[in-house]
């Protein structure tokens, strides 16, 4: 029994006593092979997945590894179990391998053939496997190398891919350090892809994730694809790509609902390229329109379920991927390892922070009561229109004017869900409100107000969930949400996760209403950013009123 | 004095050699046997003999299946001959436990024995009658060899078409006398022949040593670090299984047992598989921890509050000393491919778990620091024991042992620990008090709604954790947590919010989060707004005088009436009862459609009724070593007397020229010894009637309860049941 700071638990949940001098050395031993699943202020915890084991092997490192790190650091003995399940589970990394050979194409070896027997009888391989070649090796038809990857992945043995990627057609991209540093972290991520080939970065909201795609970008020195979430997004990557790089105007194309240029970097919208014409993706073909030697995925959680398709054609060119949660709501997080990649990086949202990167954020919950009548009526309301009913109601409305005046002076965005109350904020707190509604131009010109200071708030609908860059925003008010979005809430903080100029703290505050479902769902929503170690604070709706907070 | 049969060796041996066969074959003295001739009579019977059979490992058994193929008597030598020279040493522990015996002429085999090794030991024929000349064999046709070598290993039968019109090798054979007919179609190997085929050998080879058991070497220090992680664990375990059924008793099977969805429910409560579940709830039912109540229902018993008080060590020891001897398979519960049998239901008692858990232990003993793989293990149990009556499961049985003294700690990382060799020996166990990790007194409760114990909680605080928490992550450290449903469960067992926040914030060491605070604060104001209570009847009157009336009425007080409403009075009394004293009192009450009451019991349950552990079943266990002494002094005194009784009765018999008389005990080990003798017999024989006659025999053989011999009066071979026979005199 050692004093170390690591507890494994017989479910394969580590628990990181971060308080522990070692726990920083635990930290970066056990971070190449498991997955951080909370942060909170105390105990990390870490679960030990076949995904994260195979990440591991994919890495260089091997089970010895693995358990004389976990027994070196742990505290107690670590359950016999669970060192055999490890050995076990990394064994099956690697026994398959996807190759590229000169005669006969893509071919999947093995070093074990009772492996390759098993995987080549699976109903799901067959049809994409070509003709035997011996005993331990069978081609593989080179349109399916995603495909493939999947399967296998699903049945458990997973294939290592050695079968290379192209270059890419070359285009010169270095990163213009002139008047700001890349961070240190920043640097990290980038080369950790870079080594990897392919794979994703986890990086929290405002952490600087585009300029790690930048730097991705001058690693490969080709041209490069750039699939965002929207219009607004894209706009901003290539201003970004602008001030951070090399690259000039007339090197960067914007394809979108509005213009569709295909430049050496290009940044293409999901909306654009899942828009099917008479049944057809006919946008999907801007993958191949090019030799794309780098695809940058932003904001990977939100992958449209074509692309994905799509991207299990494209396994010869190197991928990167982009989130600041790696939480899918639909399950998919397996896809993603197999057809994007492994996670190549990831650091708790706190470390960031307390290395200035991104600002302090105080999270409140501010709790209203509703009156007597709407309690009523709240109590009779069909289930379905309940959680609209209690997030919508009136009070709230007295809660948000009062904290914009409280905060008056200061960038604040109102953030909501339903659009009634969006347009009743904005007319009460009169100011301008943008929804799914609103053009982009006007969009833009009110972003572009709202940075020089010209308004100092907004009431905006969940088209602002993603990617737009308010560097000033040091408020957010949030007043409904898509129900119990965990995903959705910690998007929202990293709205105004930025580092400010004068080092302020940032201020998040939810309006809840009381003994509701609208509570519940609150929740939920912070449970994400409760793990990442943000406490919330509860106040009473009172309390803003008189002014005591 | 001659001595020929085994009860005359018996009355030859010392103590020592008594006390040698008493400890491998314990059923001989329970209960005590009364004289010698009586002990002999137990040795040589069936299935004592097939017990002892049992005990032996494959060499002493080959040297035994050699030592039935030879003819009696025989000497040590000619076993020597057909098996190996280290045979001396088998032999003697066969004579020592009764197996073989010698005798003036040589060494025997009790008389039963060969019945209980079958016809063909070894798969060897019966000796040939006729003379052969052996060395001819060499002298084979070559179709005749060929039938020979199928011969040669057993069994020794062989079917021919015809035996007056056999093939051209068959027929040599015939004629050399090489093989014998047995009937129409059947030919026998004699066993002379099969052993100079053999090479001079009766077996193909003499499994002389043990194997070695193979598997991956441990260090000693992570085994036992291993072994106290699953000491902790499998207590929590019990603990916990036993918590959840003092919340929730799950309903027994009607055949008994727990139900396949309750299995899962627990496996899913425990987070563990269903097998490992299956043995957790076995243990605490082989521990009389459980309880199965009036209902049937399963529940913790008295005992467990006791349990729950002892040290580690003494829990645990209790839970895995039950589990060795006890004769239930929880390996049986949930087979892939098999029927499916309930845990602690009636159907998993398998007679032979506990020896076979014993020597798979005992195996693990012996080769400290060794993980044994399955292959080799199992290798060196057919070895240890290689004939066993009802030994379908011994492979499965063993392995099972392996998995679960790996759950119990007695074994870590599969080798044997410090805390299996002493619970083995019969040591001392509180080693484990001092080498369990510590005990902590503090949590860390975090922002998001958990509360880490890094480490193993004292119990008190567990216990109230528990019960204010919802268990996420089990295994060194626990993590807890909270919910509004899981306050609700605090508030419901008695704590108010203000008693759990301040165990908390006592409990943990870093300060509350404001959302719990908020948390229990919001769930125990909504808590018990809504009042539920027992009740057997009611009493309604929108006359509030009335009530009021009744409730001062001092003939009603039997009623203990309570008034929840001002309109409504309740009594634990049923409506029938109610009515009746309230009519006695001059009212006039009816009756009104009492449906709707929802009954709800207390919620930490124990059962009313006594806990009845399952009954072992199996192998008798070994007396000590004093018990054995006044055994064999019992048995001395007894056959002074015996012997003296004998001698007087015969005086009496022959003075009154009555029908021979002697005690079954005696009956036997006569019949037993004149048929050795081959010497004809007066018996007296009872009919169907009762009436008793005289006959003359000679006894060929015992079998089956019943005496085979030759009748002089009718010259025909019959069989006289022994029960019937009233005594024995030697002609």
């Known amino acids: ?35 951080l699943e909370r942060s909170p202020e105390h105990i990390h915890t870490y679960r030990l997945t076949p995904l994260g084991l195979w990440n591991a092997r994919a890495a260089g490192h091997d089970a010895e590894q693995v358990i004389d790190t976990l027994i070196k650091y742990s505290r107690y003995a670590v359950p016999h179990s669970i060192l055999i399940d490890v050995a076990e589970t990394m064994s099956r990394y690697g026994r398959l391998r996807l190759e590229a050979d000169p005669v006969h194409g893509l071919i999947l070896v093995t070093t074990d053939s009772a492996v390759l027997e098993e995987v080549i009888r699976a109903r799901k391989i067959q049809p994409l496997l070509g003709a035997r070649i011996d005993k331990e090796t069978i081609a593989v038809l080179p349109s399916q190398r995603g495909q493939i990857k999947q399967s296998l992945l699903r049945l458990g043995w997973p294939a290592e891919d050695f079968a290379g990627y192209v270059d890419g057609q070359a285009h010169e991209i270095a990163l213009k350090q002139e008047d700001w540093k890349i961070r240190p972290y920043q640097e990290l991520a980038a080369e950790g892809f870079w080594h990897g080939g392919s794979g994703v970065v986890v990086l929290p909201c405002g952490a600087g994730k585009t300029i790690v795609g930048a730097a991705a970008m001058a690693h490969a020195k080709a041209t490069t694809l750039i699939l965002v979430t929207n219009t607004v997004a894209a706009r901003q990557w290539r201003e970004e790509l602008l001030k951070r790089t090399t690259l000039n105007e007339d090197e960067i194309g914007e394809y979108s609902g509005a213009k569709k240029e295909i430049r050496p970097v290009t940044i293409a919208t999901y909306q654009v390229m899942t828009k099917k014409k008479n049944g057809v993706y006919s946008h999907l073909d801007l993958f191949d329109s090019y030799d794309w030697g780098l695809i940058i995925y932003d904001e990977v959680h939100l992958l449209p379920a074509p692309i994905f398709r799509f991207t ?14 790696l939480v899918r709501e639909d399950g998919m997080e397996g896809e993603v390892f197999s057809l994007i990649g492994p996670k190549r990086f990831d650091v708790p949202w706190k470390e960031i922070e307390s290395q200035g990167y991104i600002a302090p954020a105080e999270c409140i919950e501010v709790r209203v ?36 005046k409280k905060h008056q002076g200061e960038q604040i965005l109102v953030i909501g869900q339903y659009i009634d109350q969006l347009d009743e904020l904005s007319e009460v707190l009169g100011v301008p409100v943008i929804k799914g509604e609103t053009p982009v131009k006007e969009r833009e010109i009110l972003f572009n107000k709202f940075r020089s200071g010209e308004i100092t708030t907004l009431v905006v609908s969940k088209v602002a969930n993603f990617s737009i860059d308010l560097p000033d925003a040091t408020i957010a008010i949030q007043v409904s949400g898509a129900f119990g979005s965990r995903q959705e809430e910690a998007q929202r903080l990293g709205r105004i996760l930025r580092p400010k100029s004068d080092g302020r703290g940032a201020k998040f505050y939810s309006v809840v209403s009381r003994d509701t479902i609208d509570q519940d769902f609150a929740q939920n929503r912070q ?23 | 004095m001659e001595m020929r049969s085994f009860s005359d060796y018996l009355r030859s041996v010392d103590d020592e050699a008594f006390l ?32 002892a059979i049992d005990s032996l490992n494959q060499w002493q058994f080959q040297v035994l299946e050699a030592a039935a193929a030879l003819n009696e008597p025989f000497t040590l030598k000619s076993i020597v001959a057909i098996t190996d020279k280290a045979a001396a040493s088998a032999l003697e522990h066969l004579i020592g436990i009764g197996l073989v015996y010698p005798s003036d002429d040589g060494m025997r085999l009790p008389s039963q024995l060969r019945d209980v090794i079958g016809n063909e030991p070894a798969g060897l024929g019966p000796s040939s009658i006729a003379k052969i000349k052996i060395a001819d064999v060499d002298k084979a046709p070559p179709e005749a060899k060929k039938v020979l070598e199928r011969l040669i290993w057993g069994p020794p039968r062989g079917s021919v078409g015809d035996i007056k019109n056999p093939g051209p090798g068959v027929a040599w054979l015939l004629e050399q006398k090489f093989l014998v007919p047995l009937d129409q179609r059947t030919v026998i190997l004699p066993r002379e022949v099969a052993i100079y085929l053999r090479g001079g050998k009766v077996h193909k080879e003499s499994f002389i040593n043990q194997p070695e058991l193979s598997g991956a070497k441990r260090i000693e220090h992570q085994v036992d670090l291993a072994a106290i992680a699953n000491i902790s664990t499998v207590l929590r375990w019990v603990e916990e299984l036993l918590n959840f059924w003092a919340d929730e008793p799950s309903d027994a099977l009607r055949a008994g047992g727990l139900g396949v969805r309750d299995l899962k429910i627990l496996s899913n409560h425990l987070g563990v598989d269903e097998s490992c579940t299956a043995f957790i709830t076995e243990l605490a039912y082989l521990s009389s921890l459980i309880s199965f109540d009036a209902q049937d229902r399963i529940m913790p018993s008295h005992k467990f509050d006791i349990w729950l008080m002892q040290t580690p060590a003494d829990r645990w020891q209790l839970l895995a000393s039950q589990w060795l001897i006890t004769s239930r398979a929880s390996g049986l519960v949930g087979r892939a491919d098999a029927k499916n049998v309930a845990a602690l239901g009636p159907e998993l008692d398998r007679v032979n778990a506990a020896k076979v858990r014993a020597l798979t232990l005992s195996i693990l003993k012996e080769n400290p620091t060794v993980a044994p793989d399955a292959g080799s293990f199992n290798n060196v149990l057919t070895w240890r024991a290689p004939v066993r009556r009802n030994s379908s499961l ?64 004292e119990h008190e605080i567990s216990q109230q954790l528990a019960m204010m928490a919802e268990i996420e992550s089990r295994g060194g450290a626990t993590v807890y947590r909270f919910s509004e449903a899981t306050i ?19 409990t943990s060491k870093t300060p509350m989060p404001q ?40 003939r009603l007080e039997i009623l203990a009436l309570r008034r929840i409403a001002p309109e409504v009075v309740i009594c634990d009394h049923d409506a029938t009862d109610t009515m009746r004293i309230l009519r006695e009192a001059g009212y006039l009450p009816a009756g009104e459609s009492a449906t709707g009451i929802m009954l709800t019991g207390a919620r930490s349950n124990r059962a009313l009724t006594k806990p009845r552990p399952p009954r072992v079943i199996g192998e008798i266990e070994i007396p000590n070593q004093d018990i054995l002494n006044s055994a064999i002094r019992a048995i001395r005194t007894g056959e002074k007397s015996t012997h003296k009784q004998t001698h007087l009765r015969q005086a009496a018999n022959e003075a009154l020229g009555a029908l021979p008389r002697t005690t079954a005990n005696e009956t036997m080990d006569l019949v037993n010894r004149y048929i050795l003798e081959e010497k004809s017999l007066s018996i007296g024989y009872a009919d169907n009637n009762g009436a008793v006659t005289h006959r003359i025999i000679d006894p060929i053989r015992v079998s089956a309860g019943a005496l085979i011999a030759r009748d002089h009066a009718t010259g025909e071979v019959q069989s006289f049941r022994i029960p019937r026979i009233t005594g024995v005199a030697p002609l």
């Open chain 2, 20 to 51: 040698k066969l008493f400890n491998a074959r314990p059923d001989l003295v329970a209960p005590v046997p009364a004289d010698i001739a009586s002990l002999a009579v137990r040795a040589c019977s069936a299935p004592s003999l097939a017990r």
């Open chain 2, 394 to 457: 011994q492979e499965e049985l063993a392995n099972w042992t392996l998995r679960e003294a790996e759950w119990l700690g007695i074994t870590g990382q599969g080798a044997i620990s410090k805390y299996g060799i002493e619970f083995l020996t019969g040591e001392d166990l509180s080693i484990i008090n001092q080498d369990l990790p510590k005990t902590v007194d503090h949590i860390l409760i975090q922002s998001d709604n958990t509360a880490i114990a890094p480490g193993p909680l």
């Open chain 1, 1 to 35: 029994m050692t004093d170390g700071p690591l507890i494994v638990q017989s479910d394969k949940t580590l628990l990181l006593d971060i308080d522990h001098p070692l726990s920083t050395e635990c930290r970066r031993a056990i971070a190449p092979f498991a997955e």
């Open chain 1, 369 to 404: 009561n509703l009156t007597e009548t709407e309690r009523l009526s709240y109590a009779t309301a069909e289930v379905e229109n309940r959680y609209r009913f209690c997030a919508t109601t009136r009070t709230k409305r007295d809660v948000v004017e009062a904290l914009v």
């Open chain 1, 527 to 549: 449970r994400f950013l409760a793990e990442q170690g943000y406490s919330y604070k509860i106040i009473d709706a009172d309390d803003v009123f008189q002014g005591k907070i």
């Open chain 1, 312 to 325: 299990a054609d494209i396994q010869s060119r190197r991928r990167l991927g982009l989130t600041a949660t």
């Open chain 2, 515 to 554: 959302p719990l605070e908020y948390l229990i604060a919001d769930v125990s104001k909504k808590h018990g707004k809504l009042r539920v209570g027992n009740t057997s009847a009611f009493i309604r009157c929108e006359d509030t005088a009335l009530i009021s009336q009744i409730m001062n009425d001092k």
């Open chain 2, 488 to 506: 609700r469960r605090a508030l419901d067992h008695g704590k108010t919010g203000d008693e759990i926040k301040s165990f908390l914030s006592k």
